[in-house]
Structures are given as structure tokens and as C-alpha cells.
């Protein structure tokens, strides 16, 4: 782990060696009625350029609130962050004052949200608020931030753009609005996007076309994405590694075609055998059984213990560290080497 | 989906896709997590609400045992001296006394009483008035609907303070139960339409359309599942208006229209010393003091009940 | 647009109607009799007593009397009080000072409310916020009928005896100027509720998703609750100020009978006592009117303030 250097603005380029992002063991704690919520427990992964990461898990397990400590817009009381670094290029964020947190958001690393309608502000028009990325950091006209929106909207694309920028939000579908928030966050060519759930509010058509655009966008530039998502069926496609996240803590590390093919965790295991097929129809429908850890008060030893089919005394006791499988994978499960056998389960 | 318990900026966990509301399980909850049981136990908890019920404690102890508080009787005529006219504070009077020589200090013991009975007796009724309707309208819709929405559109348009000045007027007399009616009169159309919105959201919501599928009555629906969840509104607007009324009894008896002679009203006393009020302010002060404690008491517990049945606060 | 005002206008008819019938009513049902008050402690000649009560028409059934009022007042004829005065000359005067003062409170508390709500919503949580939430309270709680009297003291006549003449106590005689403190006595509960509004509205609309957008643009602080905030709020606000201009100017009687105003308040008093009937219907018939087009301009606010509301 090294030391990283004295808080100032990230770098412009990459020094060398230095991974795009780096989230390093991040604890994220809430400070709550009823005590300290754990949401996130010791995550580290990193993104290059160019990269897409996708973040798997259900609700509860930490995903989107490592999103939003990356991003600095978690609400500072309540949430704190006890331990970890968030390196972008080498600097770590959270020891930036929030000024240059603020230079950093949007302008390097921009998010999009689950839901569009209610992301996107009612009362201004979609090209004002497109627009608007435009004339706070760069001090661009109106006119000259409108020209870029419908750039931007073309991009996207939305069609009839030029028409389209003086319209509300709640004039457009699901999917445009998507699309929108899109173009908003890559307006200023970030170097860095999280997409927190895209697709889930939207449907499997438009989802696909989302996915596609992303992929597109991505590929385009040398943008990295952060796919948060916990459908497995959307990652498929775009993603280079997948990160699996269960109790705020990562479960297992891999690259794509690894997951899906063998799976190192009995979690990613169930979640796998959850998916519904075509071809198994008439078959009751595979769930883990058992619930989600109440974060305010986790199992002991392996946070997965009490709904896994490979439990053994071990599990109750002691919490598995992330073991390296191989040289791009990891797994925090005591007994991988039976999951990955298939022996069980 | 957000994953958080306490959300940045994102909606509290309305569970999506069939799962459990996550970990919101308190340490020392009550067992049975209704919405009138959180409520109470959030409420115990809150120091606005403790004051306000003390306050109210003390006040309520007043109106019904004045005794317990001055020995002195200012119904009794023989209780004041008009040569002690406009005397300030001492230890005979601790709040001075009044134009007739009467000791302020028990006078305005004894003014809480009314001014409670028409707080209490006003917002009763409204409640009950403005509640049903509105719970039938609501719920019918229909003509009942429309002809009542018109009705208390009308009500709406003209001035509480000036419709009750008028409908006194017609009374004649000024006791308790003119102005109560005066002010409920004016006043039920609020509690209406707030239920009235209350019920419908309700009404569209997929409990009752469970219910319904499942053969529910009317009247069942109405009062077994609409009441409970629509009643919340209307409570907070109720525990506040109660304070409006405490204050527009005490208007309009100050305007002389409201509880006149020998009844005695805290508006009626700061009428009484209005006019020699640089030279005794206390006559009017006094009761002013107690008038905006008792109006405060109320609307503080009005404050803090509707922060805890507000289900967004949660 | 124009088709949904129309609509408005013309929805509105029955409900002025219904409001004046009530009112018509109501002074109908005022026991006294209002020639007899008009001669005071005299008696009248009888043949004088039914000249009078011919020509107003005080003989008809009370539907009769009404029709008579009703068609009266469609032509913008308020009628004359039982002494011959234009009812229309009396109101227009008391209107202008009750106009007045409304208008200072509303100006007052839409400035005052809304700045004050907005420090202490982004004083959210600390010493600021809790002190204006406290003392909103407190204001509230404290009757206009309180307040006037202690501000009058204090404000009008000790520092009038402190040498500085600044709010003058009484009357209208002194200009706008009378105006400033009656003004801010109606307008204090509203101050208080409006600030508090203002404060509620924003802070819930900063755990708006779209807040956490903005600030995920990188947007400056200010700007998000100055711009992206606050153009949200003011819908409830909007709608609270509408819905208030009716309510000071019911209110406003107190007020004026604490400091002297002639205001309608203080004439609907005596036309009440006179049983001066169409003074009375004529005092409520243009309160009811104003109202209602308040709500009209408040309505057609709501279009301007939020896109997803547009009218055909």
C-alpha cells in the first residue's frame, strides 16, 4: 500500500504506473439512531483507462455507497469514512479539501443514477441542464452551451436534438431521459463514469440500447466505467472485470467469462443459478435462501455463512480474507477450491 | 437501487423488487412497529413534546380547578375594590389589578377555562365535521362530492375573523357555544378538505384494492383501512388549529363580539385595559403573557405530533 | 390559455353567488331592524318609515330582496345604505387603506419570510437554523392581537419618547410611513409560517435526487440551493402568498382596530351594528371576488413555475 503524495488537484495525465482509480480497503461507516451502520467493510479495486468494472450485488452490500464515497456526495454526518484511500492517478480524494473535490466532480469523474426522472430537475430544460456543465466549468454563453447540448444530445443519440433542447424532462421516455443524464455526465469528458443501476428502472429493450450506448461511449474514448448493477444479465456484454459485493465487503474478484464460468464464491454461485432461464422452464425458480445481513448486526466469521450450502465450522469463526485464485482473480470464501470444483451446492 | 440505510439524497427504502426493507430494525423497539406505535415512542422522546405536554398538564389543571391556584373568586363582586384600581404588582395582587380593582392574577386563572373549552370544543367539532365529510366524500366521490367541494369553496372565500364577527352578530349573545359554532362553522372546510385529499390517496393505494378483491364492505374499507391511515393528517391539523382557536377566541372577544361580561376571556381582558394601557400595562400584559403561552403550548405539540407521524421522517 | 381562464371565471360565478346569498342571509337573519337604527334614539315619522322600507325594498321575501341585490350588483351598482350614501363610495375608500396595509404585509413577509427560511435552511442543523426555527414558533404562537399591542408600545410610543418618531401608532395621516408597523404586526404570523415554509420546502428538496445530481456535476453549493433548490420551493410558497393575501385581509380588523385604520374591517364592525345590510354584502361580495382571483393568478403562477403543469 503506498503512501500517497500531499493533497492537491489529481494530475492531469497519468504518472506512471498509477492505475486510473484506486479504491484501497474503504471503510464507510453511518452513524445512526440505532447505532453504526457498516455499510462498507475493507473494498479495494482499481479501473484503468478504458476499462469497465462492473460492481455486482444485491441492496445492502455496499455498491453504491463506495460509488458515492468515490464521488464525495455521501452526507457527512451521518456517513464518515474511518479507514482507505480513494486514489484517482495517484491522489488520494478523501484528503482533499472540498474545493478540489468539487474541480473533481463532473469534470473528471461524473455519475449517472437509477433513476432518471426524478435525478433530472423538473422545472429546467433538459438543454439548460446539459448546458449548464458548460457555462459553470468552462464559463461558456448560453448560446455556445445550448450548441454543445445538442452536440451532446446528438451523441446520445436523441433525435430531433435541435428541437428537442428547450424540452422538459418529463416530455421524454425512460429511455431518453437516460440517455440524457448520459450526456450530461460526459460532457466535460470525464475520465471516470459510474453508472449506478442504469438500466434496473427501464425496460429489457431500452436496457440494451443503454448498454450498447455506454459501450459505444466507452469504447470512443479512454473513459473508464464503474458499472453498479445486480443483474447479471446486463454485465455480460460490457464488462472487462467484474467485482462481486456482499455485507460491504467484495466476495470475489474476477474477469468476466471467469465468473460466469466457474464462479469461486458460493454467492456468485447463487446468484448465477438464480438467473431465470428459457431453457429451464417449468422448473421452480432458483433463491438463496435466507436474507441479506442487517448491517447493524453482521455474523460473525463470513458475513455469507448463514445461507451457504458449503458452510462449515470454519465459516462461523473466522471471516474470510480475499484469497488470490489466480493471477486475476480473487475469491473470499474458506473452502473456494470446492466451489470451484463444483462439489457441492 | 440504493443500497444505503440512511440514504444521500434518495428515497427511503420503498422496497423494489420484493425485497425487505433493510436492517431498520431498532435496538430497543417496541414489538409491534404500527405506525401510532412508532409514533409514541418516538414522541416520548421528544423534548418539544414533553414541554408542550407540561405546559398543557398545568394549563388543563387550571381551567378545571382554578381554586388550586388563587383563593381569590373574581366572579364574587365583592372581590374587588375599586378604590385598588390599576395597582401594580405586589404582594395583595401579585399581577396588579385591573379598571374595577379586581386582582388580575386570579381573573386570569380563571380565564383559561374558557379559553380551553373553546379550543377544545371548536377543534372537537371540526374534527368530527370536517372529518367525516370528508372520509364520505372522498371515499363516494361523486355528487356528494362535488356539491360539498362547492360548499366549502364558498366557506373558504370569505375571512374567518370577519364570518365569525358576522355570525355572532346574528347570535345576539356571546358565550362559549356561539363562538364555538361561529369558528367551527368557518372552520370545518380545512379539516375537510384535508381528509378529504388524505382518503383519496389512500383510496388508490394497493391495500385497498386487496381489500376490496377480497369482499370488504364499504363501510369496512372505509373505517377499517382508510380511517386509520388518512387519521394522521388530520390529527396534526387538528392539535394546531386548537391553538388558532384559543387565539381567535381571544380576537374576537377582544373585538367585543366574542364572551362578554361577567364571563371572563384573556381577549376580553386586554380589551378591557386597552385603554389605559401605558399607564397599567400589566392589566393587559398578564393576560397577553398567558394567551401566548397556551396558544405556544399547542402548537408545539401540534409540531411535534406531526413530526412524528410524518412517515418520510423515518 | 385563454379557455382555461375562462373556465376559471365562469366556475367561479356560483361560488360568488353562494357567497353572497350566505352573507345576504346571515345580515338578513341579524335581528333589528335597520331604518329603526337609523334614526338613532328618535322616532321616525311612520310615513317616512314606509317610504324607506319601500324603496329598499324591505317589505319583499328575502329571495325577492336578494334578486334585487343580485342583479344590482351584476351591473356594478353596490346599491346605498338606508341613508342614501353609495354603498360603492364608502367601500372604495376603506378598501384602499385595507389594500394597503395587506399589500405592506405581504411585500414584508414574502421578503422576510423567505430570506429568513432560506438562512436557515442553509444553516440546516446548526445554531442559526435552531434559533429561527424557535423563534418562528414563538411568533406563531403569539396573537396578532398580542403582538400589536407590545409592538406598539415598544416601537410606537417609547421610542417616540425616546425622540425617534419612526412609527407613527395611529391613523393613516402620516402617509406610507403609518403603514410600516401595522403592516409588520398583520404580517408576523405570516413571517413566521412563511419561514418556515420556505425552510421545510428546502430543506426536503435537497434530498431530492436531482440535488444529488447537481451536486454530482460539481455544481457550487450556492448555486444549487440559490438556483436548483429554491426554483423548486417556490411553488408551495407561491401558493402560501396567494392563499395569505385573503386571509390579512380578513385578518387585518384587529390590526386595525389597534391602530386606528379605517379599514373595512372597522367599517364591516359598525355596518354590522347598523344592520347596514348592503355595506355588509358589498364588504364581503368584493373580499370573496379578490379571493377568488387570487387563486386565479396563483393557479395560472403554477403553469409559469412548473412545466409539468400547462393548461389548455
Given amino acids: ?173 425512460g429511455g431518453m431521459r437516460q440517455r440524457i443524464m448520459i450526456a450530461m455526465s460526459i460532457a466535460l469528458d470525464p475520465q471516470v463514469l459510474i453508472a449506478d443501476e442504469p438500466t434496473t428502472a427501464l425496460d429489457v429493450t431500452v436496457q440494451a ?103 462449515q465450522d470454519d465459516c462461523v469463526v473466522e471471516a474470510p480474507p480475499l484469497y488470490e485464485i489466480g493471477p486475476t482473480r480473487a475469491g473470499a470464501c474458506h473452502h473456494w477450491r470446492e466451489v470451484l470444483d463444483g462439489s457441492r451446492g | ?78 372581590s374587588c375594590e375599586l378604590a385598588d384600581a390599576r395597582l401594580g404588582m405586589s404582594e395583595a395582587h401579585w399581577f396588579g389589578t385591573d379598571n374595577l380593582g379586581c386582582d388580575i392574577y386570579a381573573r386570569t386563572v380563571h380565564g383559561a377555562r374558557n379559553s380551553i373549552v373553546v379550543g377544545l370544543a371548536t377543534t372537537v367539532v371540526t374534527a368530527l365535521v370536517g372529518g367525516l365529510l370528508g372520509l364520505f366524500a372522498g371515499f363516494r366521490g361523486g355528487a356528494l362530492d362535488t356539491l360539498l367541494s362547492r360548499i366549502t369553496e364558498i366557506f373558504f372565500a370569505i375571512p374567518s375573523i370577519l364570518g365569525a364577527l358576522l355570525i355572532l352578530a346574528v347570535f345576539r349573545t356571546g358565550n362559549v357555544w ?114 401566548s403561552l397556551t396558544v405556544l403550548a399547542f402548537i408545539m405539540l401540534g409540531d411535534a405530533v406531526r413530526d412524528a407521524l410524518d412517515p418520510k421522517l423515518r | 390559455m385563454g379557455r382555461y381562464i375562462l373556465r376559471r371565471l365562469i366556475q367561479a360565478i356560483p361560488v360568488l353567488l353562494g357567497a353572497t346569498l350566505l352573507i345576504y342571509a346571515i345580515v338578513f337573519a341579524l335581528p333589528g331592524d335597520p331604518i329603526a337604527a337609523l334614526a338613532g334614539e328618535k322616532r321616525m315619522d311612520p310615513d317616512i318609515v314606509a317610504i324607506l322600507r319601500e324603496r329598499y325594498h324591505l317589505n319583499d321575501p328575502f329571495l325577492v330582496q336578494y334578486w334585487y341585490y343580485i342583479v344590482g350588483l351584476f351591473g356594478g351598482d353596490f346599491g346605498t345604505t338606508y341613508a342614501g350614501v353609495g354603498v360603492g363610495e ?46 418562528t414558533l414563538v411568533l406563531i404562537s403569539v396573537p396578532t392581537l398580542v403582538t400589536g399591542f ?52 428546502l430543506v426536503e428538496i435537497m434530498r431530492a435526487d436531482y440535488i444529488r445530481t447537481a451536486v454530482a456535476k460539481g455544481l457550487p453549493r450556492k448555486r444549487i440551493v440559490g438556483r436548483h433548490a429554491l426554483r423548486n420551493a417556490l411553488i408551495p410558497l407561491v401558493t402560501y402568498l396567494g392563499a395569505d393575501l385573503g386571509a390579512l385581509m380578513g385578518g387585518a380588523v384587529i390590526t386595525e382596530t389597534i391602530f386606528n385604520l379605517p379599514g373595512i374591517g372597522q367599517q364591516l364592525f359598525s355596518s354590522v351594528y347598523l344592520r347596514e345590510q348592503p355595506v355588509v354584502v358589498g364588504i364581503v361580495t368584493v373580499l370573496v371576488l379578490i379571493y377568488i382571483l387570487a387563486n386565479l393568478v396563483v393557479d395560472l403562477l403554477y403553469a409559469v413555475l412548473d412545466p409539468r403543469i400547462r393548461y389548455e
Fill in chain 1, 1 to 173: 500500500m503506498k503512501r500517497t503524495s500531499a493533497p492537491t488537484v489529481p494530475p492531469e495525465e497519468a504518472p506512471d504506473g498509477e492505475p486510473l482509480l484506486v479504491v484501497d480497503d474503504l471503510h464507510v461507516e453511518f452513524v445512526t439512531r440505532q447505532g453504526v451502520v457498516k455499510a462498507v467493510n475493507g473494498v479495494s479495486y482499481s479501473l484503468n483507462p478504458g476499462e469497465t468494472l462492473a460492481v455486482l450485488g444485491e441492496s445492502g452490500s455496499g455498491k453504491s455507497v463506495t460509488a458515492q464515497a468515490i464521488m464525495g456526495i455521501l452526507d457527512s454526518p451521518p456517513a464518515r469514512v474511518p479507514r482507505g484511500e480513494i486514489r484517482f492517478w495517484g491522489t488520494n480524494l478523501l484528503a482533499l479539501p472540498e474545493e478540489a473535490r468539487t474541480r473533481v466532480r463532473g469534470r473528471r469523474i461524473a455519475m449517472i443514477f437509477q433513476d432518471a426522472l426524478s435525478a433530472l430537475n423538473p422545472v429546467f430544460t433538459v438543454g439548460d441542464q446539459i448546458g449548464e456543465m458548460f457555462r459553470v466549468h468552462r464559463g461558456a454563453s448560453r448560446r455556445d452551451a445550448t450548441k454543445k447540448a445538442i452536440e451532446l444530445m446528438d451523441r446520445v443519440r436523441i433525435p430531433a436534438a435541435r428541437q428537442r433542447v428547450h424540452d422538459y424532462p418529463h416530455q421524454f421516455s
Fill in chain 1, 209 to 311: 440500447q443503454i448498454m450498447e450506448l455506454l459501450g459505444e461511449l466507452r469504447r470512443e474514448s479512454e473513459m473508464g466505467l464503474i458499472l453498479i448493477t445486480h443483474d447479471l444479465g446486463v454485465v455480460a456484454d460490457v464488462a472487462d472485470k467484474i467485482a462481486v459485493m456482499y455485507g460491504g465487503r467484495i466476495v470475489e474478484n474476477a474477469l468476466v467469462h471467469d465468473i460466469y464460468r466457474r464462479p469461486a464464491h458460493p454467492y456468485t454461485k447463487g446468484l448465477l443459478a438464480s438467473i431465470p432461464r428459457v431453457d429451464q422452464k417449468g422448473r421452480e425458480l432458483y433463491a438463496i435462501k435466507g436474507m441479506p445481513p442487517n448491517l447493524l448486526d453482521m455474523p460473525t466469521g463470513c458475513a455469507f455463512h448463514p445461507r451457504c450450502s458449503y458452510r
Fill in chain 3, 90 to 135: 364608502i367601500m372604495a375608500g376603506k378598501f384602499q387603506v385595507t389594500i394597503n396595509l395587506a399589500a405592506t404585509a405581504l411585500a414584508m413577509e414574502a421578503v422576510i419570510g423567505v430570506g429568513l427560511g432560506l438562512y436557515a435552511a442553509l444553516r440546516q442543523g446548526r445554531a442559526g437554523d435552531s434559533t429561527i426555527l424557535a423563534s
Fill in chain 3, 150 to 201: 407590545v409592538l406598539q408600545l415598544l416601537l410606537g410610543v417609547k421610542l417616540k419618547q425616546a425622540g425617534i418618531d419612526l412609527f407613527p401608532v395611529a391613523g393613516v395621516t402620516e402617509g406610507w410611513r403609518g403603514y410600516l408597523l401595522p403592516g409588520f404586526v398583520l404580517a408576523g404570523t405570516s413571517i413566521a409560517y412563511l419561514t418556515r415554509l420556505t425552510r421545510n420546502s
Fill in chain 2, 1 to 78: 437501487m440504493s443500497d444505503t440505510l440512511v440514504p444521500a439524497g434518495g428515497k427511503t427504502g420503498r422496497p423494489k423488487h420484493g425485497k425487505p426493507r433493510r436492517g431498520t430494525r431498532r435496538a430497543k423497539a417496541p414489538k409491534d412497529a404500527s405506525l401510532w406505535g412508532d409514533a409514541w415512542y418516538d414522541l416520548r422522546r421528544r423534548p418539544l413534546f414533553v414541554g408542550a405536554s407540561f405546559l398543557i398538564t398545568v394549563l388543563v389543571v387550571m381551567a378545571v380547578f382554578p381554586s388550586l391556584f388563587t383563593s381569590v373568586n373574581p366572579f364574587d363582586a365583592r
Fill in chain 2, 178 to 291: 356561539t363562538v364555538m359554532l361561529a369558528l367551527a362553522v368557518l372552520t370545518w372546510p380545512m379539516t375537510y378538505r384535508i381528509m378529504r385529499a388524505a382518503v383519496i390517496t389512500a383510496k388508490n393505494q394497493d391495500y385497498v384494492l386487496a381489500a376490496r378483491a377480497l369482499g370488504a364492505s364499504a363501510w369496512r374499507i372505509m373505517f377499517r383501512h382508510i380511517l386509520p391511515n388518512a387519521i394522521a393528517s388530520v390529527i396534526v391539523v387538528a392539535t394546531i388549529n386548537l391553538g388558532y382557536f384559543i387565539a381567535a377566541e381571544a380576537g374576537l372577544s377582544f373585538l367585543g363580539v366574542g364572551l362578554r361580561s361577567p364571563d371572563i376571556s384573556w381577549g376580553l381582558m386586554i380589551s378591557d385595559a386597552r385603554e389605559r394601557f401605558l399607564e397599567a400595562p400589566w392589566a393587559l400584559l398578564f393576560p397577553a403573557l398567558f394567551l
